[in-house]
């Protein structure tokens, strides 16, 4: 679905959350439909005794927050620890600029969560929107998206193109725990937060590549992709085919990149979140 404005939402710790695919995932996310807002639960829900998540891509064991005398803040006091580790990234100090404070390792994961889906939950979006309008070309009988739109995105382009995946990756792992637990508390007890964003780099990564103009229709206030498949798409696809084809196959290297290194850890014999 694509709007007359703006509603971005970046993704990705993946390109944060993740990063260069976490940071993309949530910046260019407001440029989605009316989301379908993702319920964010005030209290932990407990992890069932008899029932840990279950984990096929575990995190390392020094993933344990922090080690000794650099304790990780409580969930509810992490957005200052988390927002200064994240502009402190080599070439992400503009990020300053995009990111909304609050609440923001709770927004990262539920961005990341919904990028899948068909909607995105604008109002739990971890980046502000990006300047300019959505702008399309009107010739004869067909409405196509302008080629000028990737320029809005440059700002966020040059801080995917800074980042190396290996830091994002280790910034990911140091704080990994109170990814877990938003994951958690958003009402997914039984799951593995890092399974699922590989999940989320695979769908991004599964996005087709497009060439020439894509023709859209009108049907009402939003427009949409003519072409049926390209509709039918994920919200995370959408998106990437918005940033257009040069920015689309940036993100995915660097999306690639960040998978390996989230994904190389052994399992544990017996598995469950720290």
Known sequence: MVSERPIIWGAAIAVLAVAAGLF???YVYRESRAPVPAPVPAVRLPVPATRPPAIEHPVPPSASGG???AP???LNESDA???DAITALPGAAAAEKLLIPENL???????IDNLPRRKVAVELRPLRSTQGQFEVINSADHVTMAPQNTARYAPFMEIVRAVEPQQLASLYFHFYPLFQQSYEDL?????YFNDRLIEVIDDLLATPEVRGPIELVQPNVM???ADPKLESLSAGQKTLLRLGSANEAVIKDKLRALRALLATHARPVSAAPQ
Do not use: D, K, N, W
């Open 24 to 26: 993309y995932y949530f």
């Open 67 to 69: 080690g000794p005398g």
């Open 72 to 74: 990780l803040p409580a």
């Open 81 to 83: 620890p988390v927002h």
């Open 105 to 111: 390792v709770r927004h990262i994961v539920a961005t």
């Open 187 to 191: 009402g997914y007890p039984s799951e």
């Open 223 to 225: 427009y949409q992709y």
